[in-house]
């Protein structure tokens, strides 16, 4: 997939806007390192701006075998730019028995994740 570093420093994938060089980035899933470093971990941080959805997609053999502990951050606006249903995120992810919390440790519903502004 192409990649690009934006002005302040972040880095962006898809295509780059115009003036800034892009690259091809290789990727990799979740299940496959786990397997290819033969580590199981017991808490996954997701933190990939819009990209939520993939790397769920790619740990799913991880998800359903070992339910690590997941701080996950949905970007509801990029998802849904990129056509994603949180919603759909949200029953992947408790087929698999997860529960939802706040930053601030409150329980939250799955259908309150997928209607946050």
Do not use: N, W
């Not at 420093?9 to 899933?29: C, K, S, W």
């Amino acid at each position: 997939m192409p990649g690009y570093v934006d002005p302040g420093g972040f880095i962006g994938f898809g295509d780059a806007p115009p003036g800034l060089p892009a690259q091809e980035v290789a990727f990799t899933t979740i299940d496959a390192e786990c397997e290819r470093l033969g580590v199981v971990p017991t808490v996954v941080k997701i933190d990939i701006e819009g990209f939520e959805d993939r790397a769920l997609a790619g740990a799913q053999r991880l998800l359903a075998e070992h339910r690590p502990a997941l701080l996950l951050e949905f970007h509801l606006d990029l998802l849904e730019k990129r056509g994603v249903r949180v919603g759909t995120l949200v029953k992947v992810l408790e087929r698999h028995g997860y529960r939802f919390f706040h930053a601030t440790g409150r329980p939250m519903a799955g259908a309150d994740i997928a209607r946050s502004p």
